[in-house]
């Protein structure tokens, strides 16, 4: 998806990423949810976290922290994509 397509689409997918990140208590990881999102939605061959962060114009460690040691139950959110 190229930026311009992501800008059509963007307020469906942040009223998504609310939805199935609603179950998060902090706001800053249900915000670094959505942009992790975004990243795996942007095109681009390489989805890991510095490329992605590049593509959304954020340092690649706000990406990092979310995925690999933010205190969240992935539980949850699965249930959430699954409905």
Request: net charge positive.
């Amino acid at each position: 998806m190229t930026p311009q397509e992501m800008d059509v689409v963007r307020p469906r997918l942040e009223a998504f990423a609310a939805e199935m990140l609603g179950s998060l208590k902090r706001r800053d990881q249900r915000a670094k949810g959505e942009l992790y999102v975004r990243g795996l939605m942007l095109d681009g061959k390489r989805k890991s976290m510095q490329p992605m962060a590049e593509r959304l114009g954020v340092d690649h460690q706000q990406l990092q922290r979310f995925v690999s040691s933010s205190t969240w139950d992935y539980t949850e959110v699965r249930r959430r994509v699954a409905r």
